[in-house]
């Protein structure tokens, strides 16, 4: 895998230079690269490189996803460089944007939907699992770009510890402007976790092997 630091991102699945399709999946905090990749099980990912980045102490920045971005630099900065690399090292293997897929779980999900918006293009598909777009409210003005159809789909609990559902509202609002065919699911006392139903759903919007 050319120019990738593989010490911290674990890789599992199909060899990039062989697939034809990549999931970048992003673990949550305190979390591991390992724990997330114990989901890519559940999904209809054969055949897909899986790359796992591995956040510094298991965190992708400091204080939580709803403060304002300055206090969470320059961790938030570092950690959307870590996908812009990644994503530069799948097309480099031949993979287009177009078969690039994407999946986070709680800071994981934040972190991901903060990136593909921020970069919007026609991924294969985005999966983010409690989460929402970062920062003390939403910055419309720092998003751009087209999705052209890319299939999203937003699941989470309501209530949850972490996220608010008004977030997660407004995040589906913000990439529906930028094109993306989004899918948004909202589960009365889930909890904090990632339900069956949404692995389900997921198999059949985004992951449709």
Not at 10 to 16: C, N, P, S, Y
Not at 158 to 178: E, G, I, N, S, Y
Request: charged share 20%; with cysteine.
């Amino acid at each position: 895998m050319k120019n990738m630091n593989t010490k911290n991102t674990i890789t599992a699945g199909k060899d990039l230079a062989e697939a034809d399709k990549a999931l970048i999946l992003v673990h949550g905090r305190g979390a591991s690269p390992e724990d997330i990749l114990f989901l890519a099980d559940e999904l209809n990912v054969g055949g897909y490189a899986l790359l796992a980045p591995r956040a510094k102490g298991n965190s992708w920045y400091p204080y939580s996803f709803l403060a304002p971005p300055a206090q969470n630099e320059p961790y938030l900065s570092s950690a959307l460089q870590v996908l812009k690399d990644l994503v530069a090292d799948v097309e480099a293997a031949g993979i287009p944007s177009e078969n690039i897929f994407f999946l986070g779980f709680s800071q994981g999900a934040c972190l991901t939907l903060e990136f593909v918006a921020r970069n919007a293009a026609k991924y294969g598909g985005v999966v983010g699992l409690t989460g929402g777009l970062i920062g003390d409210k939403v910055y419309p003005d720092q998003y751009k770009g087209d999705f052209q159809g890319t299939p999203v789909f937003l699941g989470t609990s309501h209530p949850d510890p972490h996220v608010p559902v008004d977030r997660v509202h407004a995040t589906a609002d913000l990439l529906k402007q930028l094109n993306a065919n989004v899918t948004e699911q909202v589960y009365e006392n889930m909890g904090h976790t990632i339900s069956q139903h949404e692995i389900d759903t997921v198999n059949r919007l985004i992951f449709k092997n």
